[in-house]
């Protein structure tokens, strides 16, 4: 048995990661040491366009999304690829070190990278934390949050009078009364249990 819904209970946060020439919302984001320089894992499809970056830059940002995001920036980074918009000219912006950072987050973190690990679907990014700065007090939003309450945040449209079941990791839509139990997501590799339903 792989109930893999227990996982939303790892406490996991909400970031869009950026570097030089785009970026995406993630949420696989952990700190892996303490110190002066603590050590930041993100990892980061390999079909994203911002994997292909992230393996070309050597340094990223992690802006913190809190409870009082715009979900347009999660819809923005999140459902859309660098590959059909340029997403930086739809949200204010502000510049670390030459990498573009969200201004309505929390705050962020500049990294650079130290470490590369390719999984199948995955590669993670280790990151030395080299800047950081706290714009506004508040919660961050949890994985968990947003989980719970995608329908807010999700706003893939679909064709009218279909039920759609629209994947909440990628945005893909797949038309269909009944979405079968071991569907996996033909764009990001997913489970059924990441689809959520929608009628129009
Ligand atoms: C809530 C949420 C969490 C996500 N978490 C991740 C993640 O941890 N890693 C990842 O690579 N993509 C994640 N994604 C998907 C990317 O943000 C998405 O595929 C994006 O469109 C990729 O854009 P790009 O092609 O410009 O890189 C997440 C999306 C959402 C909405």
């Not at 227990?6 to 696989?28: F, H, N, S």
């Not at 007090?137 to 079941?165: C, L, P, R």
Request: proline share 2%; net charge negative.
């Amino acid at each position: 048995m792989k109930n893999k819904k227990i996982t939303r209970k790892i406490t996991q946060g909400m970031y869009v990661l950026t570097t030089k020439g785009g970026g995406c919302v993630v949420d696989a984001v952990s700190q892996v040491s303490g110190g002066d320089n603590p050590l930041i894992a993100v990892a980061v499809m390999k079909q994203n366009y911002t994997n292909k970056l992230m393996h070309k830059n050597n340094t990223f940002a992690l802006s913190v999304l809190g409870m009082d995001i715009d979900p347009e920036i999660i819809q923005t980074f999140g459902f859309n690829s660098m590959k059909d918009i340029n997403k930086f000219e739809k949200v204010t912006l502000n510049e670390v070190e030459g990498i573009k950072v969200i201004d309505s987050s929390l705050g962020y973190m500049l990294c650079e990278k130290v470490d590369v690990i390719e999984n199948e679907t995955h590669t993670l990014f280790i990151g030395k934390l080299i800047e950081a700065d706290v714009y506004k007090d508040g919660e961050a939003m949890s994985y968990g949050y947003y989980q719970d309450h995608k329908d807010d945040f999700i706003k893939v449209k679909t064709e009218k009078g279909k039920t759609a079941w629209v994947c909440k990791v990628c945005g893909y839509v797949y038309y269909g009364d009944t979405l079968p139990d071991d569907f996996k997501c033909p764009m990001c590799g997913v489970g059924s249990e990441n689809f959520v339903r929608k009628e129009n």
